[in-house]
């Protein structure tokens, strides 16, 4: 059966059900030294992505992404994530006839999400995430950060918490940044106000996880970098995406170029809106998602959203297998 043929799925006892897909791209977090190295042996797409990623960034990327200390640097973390999505959505276009009705990405996967569709240039997408690694850096040089993941918790109660901490305690900076999943946030700020915060989250008998990040995105310590990243996004050329890209700020596909420029820029010192973002797709319908990109992060998080979507990861050989595997109906 031919790729393009495969778009039904079929369900025991049911008529066949056309497959709805949605692609996913990741955020930081999601590398790992030598991540796509096994991909890059059976696809040459992959090096050649990374070597034209390399010859808009003026530096060897795939190198860096062998090497543990430079990867970790957010300035290539970002760049390095982006090009293994989009070396892999290559691997996608080449392989598969799949028409996604929907693209979203995870943060920094919201980038590699509009580079997909045709909304922002490879090359200018490249640099712009490496460019907006440098200025979420230059935003904390002497500020002790913090991020960690809050388990147990509904929104709402994460939310007011991180509101008492501020109110409480002078100089406090802490807030949601990340909502995941159903009873998973991330909360970033100042080490100070995330560890108070950590001190209430145990007393309550609730766990909260830090996070090994050198940045605290998506709250109010990025706002020196928000204003830098708006300078830059201005000069970028931006088209309309060809597939709906739903964005991160509002969990919502954005119909304008100065909205998708206006949430990009919001979107650095606000929270990620994961859940929401997931349980659109389910309320479109979308019956398989594959994350496009490094890890399996956002096939994870998939598990515990409230409407379950089965998510393909695609970083490795026997994973991408399974997917073809899958659309090739032979699974199932």
Same mark, same amino acid.
């Given at each position: 059966?031919?790729?393009k043929?495969s778009?039904a799925?079929?369900?025991?006892g049911?008529l066949?059900?056309?497959?709805?897909i949605?692609?996913v791209?990741?955020?930081?977090g999601s590398q790992?030294?030598?991540m796509?190295?096994?991909?890059?042996?059976?696809?040459p797409?992959?090096?050649?992505?990374?070597?034209?990623?390399?010859?808009?960034? =003026?530096?060897d990327?795939w190198?860096?992404?062998q090497?543990?200390?430079?990867?970790?640097?957010?300035?290539?973390t970002?760049?390095a994530l982006l090009t293994?999505?989009?070396?892999?959505w290559?691997i996608?276009?080449?392989?598969?006839?799949?028409?996604?009705?929907?693209?979203a990405?995870h +943060?920094l =996967?919201e980038y +590699?999400?509009?580079?997909a569709?045709?909304s922002?240039s490879?090359?200018?997408a490249?640099k712009l995430?490496h460019?907006?690694g440098?200025?979420?850096?230059?935003?904390?040089?002497g500020v002790?950060?913090?991020m960690?993941?809050?388990?147990?918790?509904?929104?709402?109660?994460?939310? +007011?918490?991180?509101?008492?901490v501020e109110?409480?305690?002078?100089?406090?900076i802490v807030?949601?940044a990340?909502?995941?999943s159903?009873g998973?946030?991330?909360?970033?700020?100042? +080490?100070?106000g995330?560890?108070?915060?950590?001190?209430?989250?145990q007393?309550?008998g609730?766990?909260i996880?830090?996070l090994? @990040?050198?940045?605290?995105?998506h709250?109010?310590?990025?706002?020196?970098?928000?204003?830098a990243?708006?300078?830059k996004?201005a000069?970028?050329k931006?088209e309309?995406?060809?597939?709906?890209v739903i964005?991160?700020?509002?969990?919502?596909?954005?119909?304008?170029i100065? =909205?998708i420029?206006?949430?990009?820029t919001e979107?650095l010192?606000h929270p990620?809106l994961?859940?929401q973002?997931?349980?659109?797709?389910?309320?479109?319908?979308i019956?398989?998602?594959?994350e496009? =990109?490094?890890g399996? @992060?956002?096939?994870?998080?998939?598990?515990?959203q409230?409407?379950?979507?089965?998510?393909y990861p695609t970083d490795?050989?026997?994973r991408?297998a399974k997917?073809f595997d899958k659309?090739?109906?032979?699974?199932?």
């Amino acid at each position: 059966m031919s790729l393009k043929a495969s778009q039904a799925v079929k369900k025991q006892g049911q008529l066949d059900v056309p497959s709805r897909i949605a692609v996913v791209f990741p955020g930081q977090g999601s590398q790992t030294v030598g991540m796509l190295n096994e991909l890059s042996e059976a696809y040459p797409i992959v090096k050649e992505t990374f070597a034209e990623a390399s010859e808009a960034l =003026g530096f060897d990327l795939w190198a860096v992404c062998q090497d543990e200390a430079e990867l970790g640097k957010t300035e290539n973390t970002q760049p390095a994530l982006l090009t293994a999505s989009i070396a892999v959505w290559r691997i996608l276009q080449q392989n598969t006839q799949i028409e996604p009705l929907f693209l979203a990405g995870h +943060s920094l =996967g919201e980038y +590699s999400a509009l580079c997909a569709a045709g909304s922002i240039s490879f090359a200018d997408a490249v640099k712009l995430v490496h460019a907006r690694g440098h200025f979420m850096q230059q935003a904390v040089v002497g500020v002790d950060t913090k991020m960690a993941a809050v388990l147990g918790l509904d929104n709402s109660q994460v939310i +007011s918490i991180c509101e008492q901490v501020e109110s409480n305690n002078d100089d406090t900076i802490v807030s949601a940044a990340n909502f995941n999943s159903p009873g998973q946030i991330v909360v970033a700020g100042n +080490s100070e106000g995330v560890d108070i915060l950590s001190q209430h989250i145990q007393c309550m008998g609730k766990r909260i996880v830090p996070l090994k @990040v050198s940045v605290p995105s998506h709250c109010a310590l990025m706002q020196p970098a928000t204003e830098a990243l708006a300078e830059k996004l201005a000069e970028c050329k931006f088209e309309l995406p060809s597939i709906p890209v739903i964005q991160n700020k509002n969990a919502m596909e954005e119909k304008t170029i100065a =909205g998708i420029k206006k949430a990009l820029t919001e979107q650095l010192s606000h929270p990620v809106l994961w859940t929401q973002t997931m349980q659109k797709l389910a309320d479109k319908h979308i019956n398989l998602i594959i994350e496009c =990109g490094a890890g399996t @992060v956002l096939s994870n998080l998939a598990k515990r959203q409230d409407t379950p979507i089965a998510t393909y990861p695609t970083d490795k050989p026997e994973r991408l297998a399974k997917l073809f595997d899958k659309l090739n109906n032979e699974d199932l």
